[in-house]
């Protein structure tokens, strides 16, 4: 969205609040990448980040009467998203939870030798890319939730700390501290075993066949390679940038922000147009 004044949000939310479809359009539109990205990295997949976003901007839409303007609107559907996904359980790393130590004894001992060509004609380079984007975003999954979240707050929008620490209920020593130790922890496992970012032996290219044949790539179905990128300054619209606190930043270059999918805008379009929105609307 561009840059608004205080007013017109306020005047742009009012209409939304009465019923004004287009103004709830715009305001959908100005927020819907960074839920989407803040989902992505929580859940782990495309499908479940696709999931989760529409619920959170439903949220929105039953709680935009309470926004006061007393922080900005991305700070405001910021504390809805990750109350939402810090609770999300209908994710499927909720189910099938992850560990560094299982991942790191994936990549030592996984037998990636000695498998049949699965790529089913696909360029073996666009699969290791879509392997890469996967992995480094799965791997998220081995932190706990709230550590997943400090991340991703910290290192891919970089929140203040002080917003952070209001919207986990802590305070701003306590994130940078925390955020300071998750990063290092991030940082000390890619080292270790990621050979695409750190010294490890792990290869994505020489791994397309073995991840094929253990369901976690299907060449058939490329979330990140087919995503439209979005440049990294169109989600930072929290009031100011997260303090410089430790010079990983390189480390992390996988926390691209996406272009939430078409099939999200469309299911937001019908939703819209649909009776339930006309219910809520007058509810």
């Not at 926004?67 to 939402?84: C, E, P, Q, Y």
């Not at 290869?203 to 790539?217: E, F, G, P, S, T």
């Not at 999918?261 to 939703?271: A, C, D, G, M, V």
Request: one cysteine or more.
């Amino acid at each position: 969205m561009d840059k608004k004044t205080n007013e017109e949000l306020q005047a742009l939310i009012d209409k939304a609040t009465a019923g004004d479809k287009k103004a709830l359009e715009t305001l959908f539109t100005s927020v819907q990448d960074i839920v989407f990205n803040l989902s992505l990295r929580m859940l782990g997949t495309f499908a479940d980040a696709e999931d989760a976003t529409q619920d959170i901007l439903l949220k929105m839409i039953t709680h935009l009467s309470s926004f006061k303007g007393d922080s900005s609107l991305t700070t405001w559907v910021f504390s809805i998203a990750v109350n939402h996904l810090k609770n999300y359980k209908k994710h499927m790393f909720a189910h099938y939870p992850l560990s560094f130590e299982y991942y790191g004894n994936d990549i030592e001992n996984g037998k990636i030798q000695d498998i049949p060509d699965l790529t089913q004609s696909v360029e073996k380079d666009i699969l290791a890319e879509e392997l890469k984007m996967s992995c480094t975003n799965v791997m998220l999954q081995c932190l706990d939730t709230e550590s997943r979240c400090i991340f991703i707050l910290g290192t891919m929008f970089k929140v203040d700390s002080r917003i952070a620490g209001d919207l986990l209920e802590m305070t701003p020593e306590t994130y940078r501290q925390r955020l300071s130790r998750i990063r290092k922890k991030m940082a000390d496992f890619l080292g270790q075993y990621c050979g695409e970012y750190g010294c490890g032996k792990c290869r994505c290219k020489d791994r397309v066949n073995y991840a094929i044949q253990n369901h976690r790539l299907n060449p058939l179905q490329l979330d990140y390679t087919a995503a439209s990128e979005i440049p990294i300054k169109t989600i930072l619209d929290v009031k100011s940038a997260m303090e410089d606190i430790d010079d990983l930043s390189q480390d992390f270059s996988f926390c691209k922000p996406y272009r939430s999918p078409e099939r999200t805008k469309h299911l937001i379009q019908e939703f819209l147009d649909s009776t339930q929105f006309s219910i809520i609307q007058n509810s």
